[in-house]
């Protein structure tokens, strides 16, 4: 029986793939700074606070 093994090379591609590595997003943007929009609630929280404490004393 012949030794019909071949040695351990690069993985071939595979047929019909239509698969392609994705491509990594950017680094940065909008919403990788949750700093920011953690900010901007508790302003807007301190801001409908603010209007209803008004009420309270304008009564």
């Known amino acids: 029986m012949p030794n019909d093994r071949k040695p351990p090379g690069e993985t071939p591609p595979a047929e019909g793939s239509t698969a392609e590595a994705h491509e990594e997003r950017h680094d940065g943007g909008v919403w990788e700074h949750p700093m920011l929009w953690v900010a901007v609630?508790?302003?807007?929280?301190?801001?409908?606070?603010a209007y209803f404490v008004?009420?309270?004393f304008s009564l």
Request: glycine share 8%; proline share 0%.
């Open 41 to 49: 609630i508790g302003l807007v929280v301190i801001f409908v606070a």
């Open 54 to 56: 008004a009420r309270v």
